[in-house]
């Protein structure tokens, strides 16, 4: 097991590049067993998650090359369906999140798929009913074994049919957008999610020759075709990443550029970190973050303090709270941050505590941060990162410390964060890759 020791209270200074999204990935590889063609696919992360699916795909059967350090082809000629029976698969599928993603393209060309119940954070119930329910619209049957948590799916045709999600799930609805397009038919998905990485997978499966209309909205309609053809896709950066290293450099006074960050596919975010009184400038397709001691969190227009709240795009991403909430600690006034669709991602405040932040976490969902503008430093301490962005999180809050931190658990981060540790000392972090387990909590 690996541990971050972090020296804090080091200004940092430089240019980074965000990586390729993450979850946009997971949805296109998943995208590659649609069609017998070659797919090329680069600025792919080199990260555990997006790794642990490339390799999935390689024991399905799939022929993947890589050209270079971000891009590899993809050839999903002979799928070995017998592979869903095997123990492997039951051990790898489960592994991460995004393995969910498999089943519709699987059951739009072969007619059935199976999965584990996937894996991914620990940050509450994180239910697959949408998923399920939208392949049933479209006539497939499931079967779901509790006791192996096991899901097989079967469909010997697949029917167009009218959809109306009972939540805008973005996995779910990049799943049933796959199984739909080779469905016959028109398929109408209402209060479908619509965030850029799902614009994305369905743009590339347009150009593949599917049918999808009303990318972007929240009313997508799908005609069935018969068959899909190769392509190339570049992933866009990961909004993530932007968003964490915005707050980065806000917590530690720092010069930070953020290059090429497809800003005009950022929706909301540069505009809540200008909420909590931070300065950004875009420049070009960067975003330069100037060094700043003090910013001050505003209020709503009515002088009532302010609340950063999740929901599904184009709203917030709740993937990037516990950063925003971080952030907020040294800033001067006060913020509500209320996670509404996750219920345990906030305990890690816990932590922040411990370091010297002052928050009231109200429930599971609301936190109350009073920022302490800077009167002290946060202090370094030795913790255990929960999950991919608590990690981040408190990896932002031990650089901005007085003191050494320890962080441990960091597989949890680096399933998302590519070579992170390097990165950051580029910019001038004392951050180093030490062996060590932690504290069990
Ligand atoms: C691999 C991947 O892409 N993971 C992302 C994906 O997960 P994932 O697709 O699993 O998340 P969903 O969009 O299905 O749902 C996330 C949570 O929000 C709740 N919910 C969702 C929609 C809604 O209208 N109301 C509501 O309450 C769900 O019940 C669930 O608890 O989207 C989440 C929400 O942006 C992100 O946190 C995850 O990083
Ligand atoms: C929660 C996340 O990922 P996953 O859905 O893979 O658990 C995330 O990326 O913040």
């Given at each position: 097991m690996n541990a971050f020791e972090i020296i804090g209270g080091k200004k940092l200074k430089g240019e980074i590049t965000p990586q390729g999204a993450k979850n946009e990935a997971l949805q296109i590889l998943s995208a590659v067993l649609l069609t017998d063609q070659k797919i090329t696919i680069s600025n792919i992360p080199d990260i555990k998650d997006v790794n642990k699916l490339i390799e999935l795909l390689g024991d399905l059967g799939v022929i993947v090359e890589r050209i270079n350090k971000d891009t590899y082809t993809f050839e999903a000629k002979d799928i070995n369906l017998d592979f869903f029976e095997s123990d492997v698969f039951k051990a790898k599928g489960g592994g991460l999140r995004g393995s969910i993603m498999i089943v519709g393209p699987l059951l739009a060309r072969f007619g059935k798929a199976a999965i584990p119940k996937p894996g991914g954070d620990k940050i509450g119930r994180r239910r697959l009913d949408t998923h399920f329910i939208g392949f049933e619209k479209l006539g497939a049957k499931f079967v779901y074994d509790s006791k192996k948590a096991f899901f097989n799916v079967d469909a010997t045709n697949l029917r167009g049919a009218y959809i109306l999600l009972d939540e805008a799930s973005v996995t779910g609805t990049a799943n049933i957008v796959m199984a739909a397009v080779l469905a016959k038919g028109t398929t109408t998905i209402y209060n479908a999610a619509c965030e850029p990485y799902l614009q994305q997978l369905c743009k590339m499966l347009n150009r593949m020759g599917a049918d999808i209309k009303g990318?972007?909205?929240n009313l997508l309609t799908i005609e069935g075709v018969k068959k899909l053809g190769g392509t190339e896709h570049r992933m866009l950066p990961d909004m993530i990443e932007i968003g964490s290293f915005i707050g980065l450099a806000a917590m530690t006074e720092s010069e930070i550029t953020i290059k090429n960050v497809c800003y005009d596919e950022l929706g909301v975010i540069p505009e809540v970190f200008r909420k909590l009184g931070i300065k950004l400038e875009r420049r070009g397709d960067d975003i330069f973050v100037p060094s700043q001691k003090h910013y001050e969190i505003d209020t709503f227009i009515d002088g009532s303090i302010l609340t950063i709240a999740d929901s599904p795009w184009p709203g917030f991403t709740p993937d990037l709270l516990s950063i925003v909430l971080v952030v907020a600690t040294q800033a001067k006034g006060n913020v509500l941050i209320h996670q509404?669709?996750?219920?345990?991602?906030?305990?890690?405040?816990d932590k922040l505590i411990d370091m010297g932040a002052q928050i009231i976490l109200c429930d599971p969902h609301r936190a109350t941060v009073n920022g302490i503008d800077k009167k002290y430093q946060l202090r370094g301490i030795s913790m255990t990162s929960p999950d991919i962005r608590a990690g981040v999180s408190l990896l932002i809050a031990a650089l901005s410390a007085e003191g050494t931190s320890t962080i441990y658990n960091i597989e949890q981060i680096e399933r998302g964060y590519q070579d992170i540790d390097i990165r950051l000392r580029a910019l001038g972090a004392q951050i180093k890759r030490v062996e060590g387990s932690g504290p069990s909590h």
């Open positions: 990318i972007g909205s509404k669709m996750f219920e345990s991602r906030l305990f890690f405040v």
